[in-house]
């Protein structure tokens, strides 16, 4: 009964979202299926109407949003800014895109490069 249900709603979400580009576009990253290209391209919208790739990014909720003042933090500032849908699809995305062997290199040279601090890596 539930895999009936589930099964009736990727299809629903296949349908809805077959022609649209950035759906096609998200589909050809390595660990983006149809579902989470959806869920992407839905909670986006269109790419226009951010002023910038930190805007989009900011968003997205995925850079940091410490506050530093003299090296001392202030505060974890605007933590629950953006979309968390967004965040979370992206996370799942890396989470299955990790285990592509090239994806898995750059996360290595960047995980030595941050020092092991895999949320930075990522």
Known sequence: MLEEM????????????????????CKTIPGCGPVLSAV???EIGTMQRFKSAGDFV??????????????????PSNVKNGNAYLSWAFT??????????????????LL???????????
């Open 92 to 109: 799942e995305v890396d989470q299955y895109a990790s285990r592509n062997p090239v994806i898995r290199e750059i996360l290595q040279r």
């Open 6 to 25: 589930i099964e009736e709603c990727n299809a629903e979400i296949q349908k809805q979202c077959k022609d649209q580009e950035l759906v096609k576009l």
């Open 112 to 122: 030595r490069k941050y020092g092991g601090l895999r949320v930075k890596a990522i």
């Open 58 to 75: 900011s968003y997205c909720r995925l850079c940091s949003t410490n506050k530093l003042s003299n090296g001392k933090s202030k505060g």
């Open 40 to 42: 992407i391209c839905t």
